[in-house]
Protein backbone atom coordinates (compact mmCIF):
# COMPACT_ATOMS: atom_id res chain seq x y z
CA UNK A 1 0.00 0.00 0.00
CA UNK A 2 1.44 3.57 -1.15
CA UNK A 3 0.87 6.54 1.64
CA UNK A 4 0.83 10.23 0.73
CA UNK A 5 2.80 12.83 2.39
CA UNK A 6 1.44 13.26 5.75
CA UNK A 7 -0.72 10.29 5.58
CA UNK A 8 0.04 7.62 8.42
CA UNK A 9 -0.23 3.54 8.14
CA UNK A 10 -3.43 2.47 9.85
CA UNK A 11 -5.18 5.46 8.87
CA UNK A 12 -8.13 4.06 7.35
CA UNK A 13 -9.43 2.51 10.22
CA UNK A 14 -9.47 5.87 11.62
CA UNK A 15 -11.32 7.05 8.37
CA UNK A 16 -13.86 4.12 8.84
CA UNK A 17 -14.62 5.51 12.57
CA UNK A 18 -14.76 9.13 11.10
CA UNK A 19 -17.53 7.79 8.35
CA UNK A 20 -19.46 5.71 11.25
CA UNK A 21 -19.82 8.49 13.75
CA UNK A 22 -20.54 11.28 11.01
CA UNK A 23 -23.67 9.30 9.95
CA UNK A 24 -24.66 8.17 13.58
CA UNK A 25 -24.49 12.21 14.66
CA UNK A 26 -26.50 13.11 11.04
CA UNK A 27 -28.95 10.05 11.85
CA UNK A 28 -29.54 11.34 15.66
CA UNK A 29 -29.75 14.77 14.29
CA UNK A 30 -32.84 14.08 11.91
CA UNK A 31 -34.47 11.98 14.02
CA UNK A 32 -34.47 15.01 16.86
CA UNK A 33 -35.96 16.95 14.06
CA UNK A 34 -38.35 14.70 13.25
CA UNK A 35 -39.84 14.05 16.93
CA UNK A 36 -39.76 17.77 16.99
CA UNK A 37 -41.65 17.94 14.40
CA UNK A 38 -44.06 15.44 14.87
CA UNK A 39 -44.76 17.07 19.37
CA UNK A 40 -45.52 20.47 17.39
CA UNK A 41 -47.85 19.01 14.64
CA UNK A 42 -49.53 17.06 17.67
CA UNK A 43 -49.39 19.72 19.74
CA UNK A 44 -51.43 22.27 17.24
CA UNK A 45 -54.12 19.52 16.62
CA UNK A 46 -54.55 19.26 20.16
CA UNK A 47 -54.83 23.36 20.36
CA UNK A 48 -57.05 23.13 17.77
CA UNK A 49 -59.26 20.47 19.13
CA UNK A 50 -59.56 22.34 22.55
CA UNK A 51 -60.32 25.71 21.35
CA UNK A 52 -62.94 24.40 18.30
CA UNK A 53 -64.57 22.93 21.63
CA UNK A 54 -64.02 25.85 23.37
CA UNK A 55 -65.68 28.11 20.86
CA UNK A 56 -68.55 25.54 20.03
CA UNK A 57 -69.68 25.81 23.95
CA UNK A 58 -69.09 29.47 24.36
CA UNK A 59 -70.98 30.38 21.56
CA UNK A 60 -74.50 32.09 21.81
CA UNK A 61 -76.90 29.81 20.06
CA UNK A 62 -74.47 27.21 19.90
CA UNK A 63 -76.91 23.73 19.18
CA UNK A 64 -79.57 25.87 18.40
CA UNK A 65 -81.40 25.09 14.98
CA UNK A 66 -80.45 27.70 11.94
CA UNK A 67 -83.81 28.40 10.91
CA UNK A 68 -85.24 31.94 12.53
CA UNK A 69 -88.69 31.17 12.12
CA UNK A 70 -90.63 28.01 12.18
CA UNK A 71 -94.09 27.65 11.78
Given amino acids: ?4 PGEKPGSEPEEAKLQTTSRQIVQN ?3 RA ?3 VSRESQS ?4 ARAGD ?8 GAG ?3 KKHEK
Fill in 44 to 47: RRRD
Fill in 29 to 31: AIL
Fill in 64 to 66: EST
Fill in 1 to 4: MVFA
Fill in 34 to 36: VQQ
Fill in 53 to 60: TARGSLRP
